[in-house]
T-cell receptor, first 113, second 112 residues
Framework: DGGITQSPKYLFRKEGQNVTLSCEQN?????MYWYRQDPGQGLRLIYY???????QKGDIAEGYSVSREKKESFPLTVTSAQKNPTAFYLC????????????FGPGTRLTVL | AQSVTQPDIHITVSEGASLELRCNYS??????LFWYVQSPGQGLQLLLK??????LVQGIKGFEAEFKRSQSSFNLRKPSVHWSDAAEYFC??????????FGRGTSLIVHP
């Protein structure tokens, strides 16, 4: 929140379609993260990036892809290979990975019909 | 490895009553500890964090938390709860170069 923009707020897609979620930041943070949130599951890490043109898989990367072409942007693509994509997706930013505080965007709720 | 447990899925309190949300962590050394709050359909907001030093940490909105190494705990407290405090609360732990691991959250319900 505050300097982190996620769009759209709500997204509806048909099963089998790829969809890209946007995350933009103006906090000049090096690290960016994508989390998935399901009821009662807490936050699960999908991908993270510490610098431009580099990113690493998190705990649940299967069926997702990312890019980091600019420091300010870290889009997440939910592919048709993701078996259960309906969820709330949160983008976060922070200083270099290593215990630094994370700052969260407002989230995107994806519903696959 | 690091892990965090929030034993209570739901907590119900009356407005004006005191509050304590429990958080237990597992990590071999002194970790970084965080508490976040999330209103429905929103992102997470940082309430407070512990990195080192004084084990009693003050945060925003009147919240505080105490790091107890002997109990591997970082419980969140507030002396008097307001109806606007109703939300989901997440504890997180990060050790060394690790990305924070989040607990499953505690849902706070406030009765008038």
């Amino acid at each position: 929140d505050g300097g982190i923009t996620q769009s759209p707020k709500y997204l509806f897609r048909k099963e089998g379609q790829n969809v890209t979620l946007s995350c933009e930041q103006n906090l000049n943070h090096d690290a960016m993260y994508w989390y998935r949130q399901d009821p009662g599951q807490g936050l699960r890490l999908i991908y993270y990036s510490q610098i431009v043109n580099d990113f690493q898989k998190g705990d649940i990367a299967e069926g997702y892809s990312v890019s980091r072409e600019k420091k300010e942007s870290f889009p997440l693509t939910v592919t048709s290979a993701q078996k259960n994509p309906t969820a709330f997706y949160l983008c976060a930013t922070g200083g270099a990975v290593g215990g630094n505080t994370q700052y969260f965007g407002p989230g995107t709720r994806l519903t696959v019909l | 490895a690091q892990s965090v447990t929030q034993p209570d899925i739901h907590i119900t309190v009356s407005e004006g009553a005191s509050l304590e949300l429990r958080c237990n962590y597992s990590y071999g050394a002194t970790p970084y500890l965080f508490w976040y709050v999330q209103s429905p359909g929103q992102g997470l907001q940082l309430l407070l964090k512990y990195f080192s030093g004084d084990t009693l940490v003050q945060g925003i909105k009147g919240f505080e938390a105490e790091f107890k190494r002997s109990q591997s705990s970082f419980n969140l407290r507030k002396p008097s709860v307001h109806w606007s405090d109703a939300a989901e609360y997440f504890c997180a732990v990060a050790g060394g170069s690790y990305i924070p691991t989040f607990g499953r959250g505690t849902s706070l319900i406030v009765h008038p």
